[in-house]
């Protein structure tokens, strides 16, 4: 019994005195808090990709993600600017989605509900030209991010913009990041 109680406690002295071996090396502090500012007017690009399937007005050159899943093709464009993400993307679905859009933003709609932390503040309907159209507001607790979804032909679209560290911003950094937003929703056009 007291050996049994001679080697515990030697093995806990380990763990606790000898930092090289039951410790790693200290953990890296944490990246800098991105804080939230607009795009200069300066940095908005005129965007239209080759297909010629939108026009958006982004904060900078965005960047295309391609990717296939389940047989369909996902396009992805996106800009990062200070604290926050800008997104146009698709999926070709190959099902024509006219007639049975609320079906399609059912499907968005369960998909952002599971995401992990995720909790949908608001939703509404939004049209842009002839086409309708659902936006969300999503709490992610340390991001916040409004996503607006179109089914336009065989094609499902979202918009989002988020922003990281949403908790800390001032009621002015909020009011100044949701124009921003709302001029780069506005400026997400389809061809009719």
């Known amino acids: 019994m007291i050996l049994k109680q001679i080697i515990f406690f030697a093995f806990i002295s380990l763990i606790y005195a000898n930092p090289g071996f039951s410790q790693g090396p200290p953990p890296p502090p944490p990246p800098p808090a ?6 200069a007017e300066s940095s908005l690009i005129r965007f239209s990709p080759e297909d010629k399937s939108f026009r958006a007005i982004f904060p900078g050159k965005p960047e295309l993600i391609s990717s296939q899943a389940d047989g369909m093709q996902i396009s992805t464009y996106r ?3 200070g604290g926050a993400t800008w997104i146009v993307g698709s999926v070709e679905t190959g099902r024509e989605w006219k007639g049975n859009e609320n079906a399609a933003y059912l499907i968005l709609e369960g998909n952002l509900s599971n995401r992990p932390g995720a909790k949908i503040i608001e939703k509404r309907d939004v049209e842009t030209g002839s086409f309708k159209g659902v936006e969300f507001d999503v709490d992610y607790k340390l991001e916040f991010a409004k996503n607006r979804f179109f ?11 988020r922003v990281s560290n949403w908790h800390i911003f001032s009621d002015l950094v909020k009011e100044a990041w949701r124009e921003d937003v709302s001029k780069f929703f506005d400026s997400v056009v389809f061809p009719e």
């Open 79 to 81: 800009a990062k600017t």
């Open 151 to 161: 089914a336009v032909g065989t094609q499902l679209w979202i918009i989002e913009c």
């Open 34 to 39: 991105y804080i939230y500012s607009s795009p």
